[in-house]
Nanobody, 125 residues
Framework: QVQLVESGGGLVQAGGSLRLSCAASGRTASIYRMGWFRQAPGKEREFVTAIRWSGDNIYYADSVKGRFTISRDNAKNTVYLQMSSLEPEDTAVYYC??????????????????WGQGTQVTVSS
């Protein structure tokens, strides 16, 4: 089992920045890839970004490319999502997820087995 705990959400004005954290515990050695997804009210949960547990092989959704940066701290078993130039359209609950195997594609929700509880990000205009 892997446990994921997100933190760092909040309210920010358009153009501002936030950094989300996702701390992993438990069987972290089984993790192949970590991802961030988000879900806005009335919408499907969508892929944001993903990183291989080794720290390389990074992907971003087109909507956040150039504004968001994913990274990880090996010593802390923590993945970060640095969000800059935030827009009201970025308002959503952000979830981190862990993918324990090579099966599935990095942007598919079904490929991820473990999920955090989510953290709210609200961007005001």
């Amino acid at each position: 089992q892997v446990q994921l705990v997100e933190s760092g959400g909040g309210l920010v004005q358009a153009g501002g920045s936030l950094r989300l954290s996702c701390a992993a515990s438990g069987r972290t050695a089984s993790i192949y890839r970590m991802g961030w997804f988000r879900q806005a009210p009335g919408k499907e949960r969508e892929f944001v970004t993903a990183i291989r547990w080794s720290g390389d092989n990074i992907y971003y959704a087109d909507s956040v490319k150039g504004r968001f940066t994913i990274s990880r701290d090996n010593a802390k078993n923590t993945v970060y999502l640095q969000m800059s130039s935030l827009e009201p359209e970025d308002t959503a609950v952000y979830y981190c997820a862990a993918k324990p195997s090579l099966r599935g594609i990095y942007y598919e929700r079904s490929a991820y087995e473990y999920w955090g509880q989510g953290t709210q990000v609200t961007v005001s205009s």
